[in-house]
């Protein structure tokens, strides 16, 4: 029945097995043969075209050609239409490096090295088909059938338009809103991170860090505790009182606006002296982490002496008490009414945290609100204003900037400077809280970033000389080195900072128990796949943080008024067609860009959709007008390329 082969020769006999598919068009007519077939649904996940193929694609493929030929053979239909992943971080930072530039240079006219948007995303839409000459060969010559002269490919207007489309039916069902959330960012990449991209393989990593632990001065311990808790001693007079908290993060103790306790742990007050001054005084931490910080002392006897304990509580006992600023740098402030009003009165309190565990530092954390989702909590929970910078532009930012640096001057509101910002502060302003962002930032376009790293310098450690100031200060309990799980950006290798960030998100949660429900009906192959990582990451969905900070990619198709509030959003390139005339009527744009481009709406030809382009600059120029009458501007994000890729089975039929 079947021919002998002796001596195979198995690449030509491959190339006489390949030529006999392509004249018989044998992969159109399994298609094309099982017209009214009962349909197998195949969906091919895009591959990005400015890298290489690897092997790994040979392998992945492989598997999925299989299945799709066996159930061929069963008598599907089996529909199978290639893609191209063309947006997103990889693509951005290729142009980047190629181009000797970071996102800082990109529309800044200041820059040495400016780029235009325009001018980049264009680079970025050259680069990002660079290697598909490649990827087709490799598809042909492994005998992968797939449709390659008909592929989705992820810029095309018609795609980003069902992506609009998409998003705009999450609109509607009040799934997808604007929060200002403390989110993880990448310096290095320039853009907020979503969960699942923090929880890809490699990305949480052990690194060795300086850590403090740091002493708090207590204002008036005795009116704070005044029938709190129990004296189990006499309190002694003229010393002062600190509270101990740990941090891993010293760059983040200029920002420290509370301290948290645990409600149900059991703390203390015990009579001591700071290992480095040598001042003695009363020190409040908690009973269980006592002996990793004092040891008793042996009289000449050899005896030993208990130490002295003095009060005893619990943590809601300890709730209220204030102490003074660590690190008054900057002022704690509110905006109220677009005027900064300074905040002191309200912050430097210790504040209940059910978070809070015994099982390393001192049993009590320092909380600064605007680098981490747990300190913004509990602090907000407790009217604990946060400690931030007024920007140049009038945004409320943290301490440190987009590119992981202490703020500097001439990028501050000046009045917020001149009232908030004490000269404490310039000492280290426009220092990088890591390593690596100085090494990454500054690195000139010859020089790899393991090279750079290895030309990192001690002082160049943040972390080290704050602690060693603190030290010199007397503010400073403990300082040592710890190893702890970090996340890193999973396209830099550089750690991440959690950052608050105005941001558009999906409701995920909103549909979590569905999720979860339809998920245990897949026949998950092995079945502790679906029961075990991603079952787990279902169990603690977030929202989706659908932003990104970039320039090539979807733009969030959602125009907004800053000052009324008032949005839309678009769902189709017809709208926004529609919308833009109503605004050249109310005198807010002076033609319709799409109009003057030959955009016909209604007509769904290629030809009529090339005449356009959806990225940015160009929506971004288009201002549309609100239901009061008001200028709406697109909201500058992109969306995240996951949701690219993952609304394919969409997208592909436009």
Sequence with gaps: MFNTHKNIDLYNTNQEILAKWKEHNLFWRSVEEREGCPEFVFFEGPPSANGHPGIHHVLARTIKDTFNRYKTMKGFQVKRKAGWDTHGLPVELGVEKELGITKNDIDNKDSEKYISTADYNAKC??????????????????????????????????????????????????????GYTIQPYSPAAGTG?????????????????????????????????KGKGELVGEM?????TYVLAWTTTPWTLPSNT???VGPKIDYVAVVGNNPYSGEEAIYIIAEPRLSAYFSAKKDEEGNEIPMNIVWRGKGTDLV????????????????ENNEVVVKEEEAFRVIPGDYV????????????????????????????????????????????????????????????RELCVNESYWKHAGEYVKPGFKAWFTKDDNTSLDEAMKALKPEDDLNLAICMEMKQEGSAFKIEKHVHNYPHCWRTDLPILYYPLDSWFIRSTAKKER????????????????????????????????????????????????????????????????????????????????KDNGFVPGDNSKENYNKIDLHRP??????????????????????????????????QLH
Aim: proline share 5%.
């Design 125 to 178: 839409r050259s680069n990002v088909m660079m290697f598909t000459d490649e990827w087709t060969e490799l598809t042909e010559q492994m005998g992968y059938w797939v449709d390659l002269e008909n592929p989705y490919i992820t810029y095309d207007n018609k795609y980003i338009e069902t992506l609009w489309w998409l998003l705009k039916q999450l609109y509607n069902k009040d799934l997808l809103y604007k």
């Design 357 to 416: 565990t015994t099982e390393d530092g001192t049993g009590i954390v320092h909380i600064a609100p605007t680098f981490g989702a747990d300190d913004a909590k509990v602090a907000k929970d407790a009217g604990i204003p946060s400690l931030f910078i007024l920007d140049k532009g009038s945004d409320t930012r943290p301490m440190v900037d987009f590119q992981g640096k202490y703020f500097v001057s001439e990028d501050m509101d000046e009045k917020f």
């Design 515 to 594: 999720m979860v429900e339809l998920n245990k009906t897949i026949n998950w192959k092995p079945e502790s796949t679906g029961s075990g990582r991603f079952g787990n990451w279902l169990e603690n969905l977030n929202d989706w943080n659908l932003s990104r900070s970039r320039y090539w990619g979807t733009p969030l198709p959602i125009w907004r008024n800053r000052d009324t509030k008032e949005e839309l959003c678009i769902g189709s390139v017809e709208e926004l067609y529609n919308e833009i005339e109503k605004a050249v009527a109310a005198g807010l744009m002076k033609s319709n860009p799409l």
């Design 258 to 260: 509370a301290l948290c």
């Design 618 to 651: 160009y929506v971004d120029d288009i201002i549309l007008v609100s239901e009061s009458g008001k200028p709406m501007k697109r909201e500058t994000d992109l969306i995240d390329v996951w949701f690219d890729s993952g609304s394919m089975p969409y997208s």
């Design 193 to 225: 991170l979503s969960s699942h991209e923090l929880n890809q393989p490699g990305c949480y990593r052990d690194v060795k860090d300086t850590t403090c632990t740091a002493q708090f001065l207590v204002k008036d311990v005795c009116e704070g505790l």
């Design 236 to 240: 002694p007079e003229g010393l002062k």
């Design 320 to 335: 209220g008490l204030h102490y003074q600023q660590l690190m008054p740098w900057v002022k704690p402030c509110a905006l």
